[in-house]
Nanobody
Framework: QVQLVESGGGLVQAGGSLRLSCAAS????????MGWFRQAPGKEREFVVV???????FYADSVKGRFTFSRDNVRNTVYLQMNSLKPEDTAIYYC????????????????????WGQGTQVTVSS
């Protein structure tokens, strides 16, 4: 089992920045691909970014150039630095983990992930 706890959400004006954190506990953190997703009211959960391992990171087009993923395998934590925020970035943000021993799949799909955090709300005002 892997437990994931997100933090760092909040209310920010358009153009502002936030940094989300996701602390993991349980199994060996470095064995897991880590992703961030978001879900706005009335919409499906949407892929934001995934890190397979090391520098192998892929972003959704909607956040590319504005959001930056990082991970600290010593602190068992991943981060999402969000800059130039827009009102359309408003959503609950979730981190997710997939054990890499199960190989690759379409990591843009929520069903690819075994573990989820409880989410943290990000609200961007115009």
């Amino acid at each position: 089992q892997v437990q994931l706890v997100e933090s760092g959400g909040g209310l920010v004006q358009a153009g502002g920045s936030l940094r989300l954190s996701c602390a993991a506990s349980g199994r060996t953190f470095s064995n897991y691909a880590m992703g961030w997703f978001r879900q706005a009211p009335g919409k499906e959960r949407e892929f934001v970014v995934v890190n397979w391992s090391g520098s192998s990171t892929f972003y959704a087009d909607s956040v590319k150039g504005r959001f930056t993923f990082s991970r600290d395998n010593v602190r068992n934590t991943v981060y999402l630095q969000m800059n130039s925020l827009k009102p359309e970035d408003t959503a609950i943000y979730y981190c997710a983990a997939r054990d890499r021993k199960y190989g690759t799949t379409d990591l843009r799909q929520p069903r690819a992930y075994d573990y989820w955090g409880q989410g943290t709300q990000v609200t961007v005002s115009s």
